[in-house]
């Protein structure tokens, strides 16, 4: 069990350039989340994957945002024209499922973006 | 929607003294209820969570947390503080005991131990 894995660990970027980030979940784990934490504040729900399928979509994630769960693995998470207010760590994590009695979320070290 | 109430962004505490970290839910429906800690650069840990069997719940590093619904708390206690428990530690909620488990979290306690 490697753990949660993202990449990169920091992005920087300009107003308007798009970026992509990288989660590699824990092997086996169906279910796979990610998170946006800006400073300050405690993280705040994107969206959730059950396998390949894209489940339920945050209001935070405008239609510049768009996720990807190709086969059931590993995802990605990309921001297009991006803006200042998109600077906050992404946060990814994943959970075998089952009921919460037994299904706990782990999560990545995160990918911190700063938009310049 | 289910929320959780952090009091106090940062918490300083002697070296040896207890830990005693705040948290207040609010719930339509039973809550599931978590406790995580970030140390700088790393992702969340789980600490411990509550779903709805003991009250009182034992976590890692000697942390602990009693759910009491009548004060709708989950407050996070360690008798004894030690200079590894520097980190931030985030309370969250979970109304979806199935499917989507999203969480809702805090703004969390940034915890200082004073040598």
């Known amino acids: 069990d490697t753990g949660v894995s993202q990449n990169p660990r920091h992005k920087i970027t300009k107003r308007g350039q798009n970026v992509t980030f990288r989660c590699d979940p824990i092997?086996?784990?169906?279910?796979l989340y990610w998170y946006r934490q800006t400073l300050g504040q405690g993280p705040e729900f994107l969206t959730y994957?059950?396998?390949?399928?894209?489940?339920?979509k945050s209001r935070l994630l405008s239609d510049r945002f768009s996720a990807e769960r190709p086969k059931g693995s590993f995802s990605t998470l990309e921001i297009q024209r991006t803006e200042q207010g998109d600077s906050a760590m992404y946060l990814c994590?994943?959970?075998?499922?089952?009921?919460?009695?037994?299904?706990?979320?782990?999560f990545g070290p995160g990918t911190r973006l700063t938009v310049l | 929607a289910q929320s959780v109430t952090q009091l106090g962004s940062h918490v300083s505490v002697s070296e040896g003294a207890l830990v005693l970290l705040r948290c207040n839910y609010s719930?339509?429906?039973?809550?599931?209820l978590f406790w995580y800690v970030q140390y700088p650069n790393q992702g969340l840990q789980l600490l411990l969570k509550?779903?709805?069997?003991?009250?009182l719940v034992k976590g890692i590093n000697g942390f602990e947390a009693e759910f009491k619904k009548s004060e709708t708390s989950f407050h996070l206690t360690k008798p004894s503080a030690h200079m590894s428990d520097a980190a931030e530690y985030f309370c969250?909620?979970?109304?979806?005991?199935?499917?989507?488990?999203?969480?809702?979290f805090g703004k969390g306690n940034q915890v200082v131990v004073i040598p």
């Open positions: 994590a994943s959970s075998p499922g089952g009921g919460v009695g037994t299904d706990t979320q782990y």
């Open positions: 092997s086996e784990h169906n279910r």
């Open positions: 994957f059950q396998n390949e399928a894209q489940l339920e």
């Open positions: 719930s339509s429906v039973p809550p599931y």
């Open positions: 509550y779903t709805s069997a003991a009250t």
């Open positions: 969250a909620v979970s109304d979806r005991p199935y499917g989507n488990n999203r969480l809702a």
